[in-house]
């Protein structure tokens, strides 16, 4: 399976952007996708999830932060609000179609004045 994102950029704070994500090669059953970051010295970590009817926010971006999954497609989107200066990281679409797990190469996303 590949993953292949796009849409991060530079953004002042309050801005938005938008991410998507899009999956091919050997896909017959993807359980999930969804997005997470990483910034620098720190830990990657869950922005964003979706699997089945459940959908998993990081409390950080509750109320800003909104995922989509196109399932016909093979894709999930980020939309990303209200963006803060603590939301720049590099950001990474990740999929799972058991018993693996997948990652996209990253975009980064810097929100700066």
């Known amino acids: 399976v590949q993953l292949q994102a796009y849409g991060g950029g530079l953004v002042q704070p309050g801005g938005s952007l938008r991410l998507s994500c899009a999956a091919s090669?050997?896909?017959?059953?993807?359980?999930?996708m969804g997005w997470y970051r990483q910034a620098p010295g720190n830990e990657r970590e869950l922005v964003a999830f979706?699997?089945?009817?459940?959908?998993n926010y990081a409390e950080s971006v509750k109320g800003r932060f909104t995922i989509s999954r196109d399932k016909a497609k093979n894709t999930v989107d980020l939309q990303m609000n209200s963006l803060k200066p603590e939301d720049t990281a590099v950001y990474y679409c990740?999929?799972?179609?058991?018993?693996?797990?997948?990652w996209g190469q990253g975009t980064q996303v810097t929100v700066s004045s």
């Open positions: 090669g050997s896909i017959f059953s993807i359980s999930g």
């Open positions: 990740n999929v799972v179609q058991l018993p693996r797990s997948y």
């Open positions: 979706t699997s089945g009817d459940i959908t």
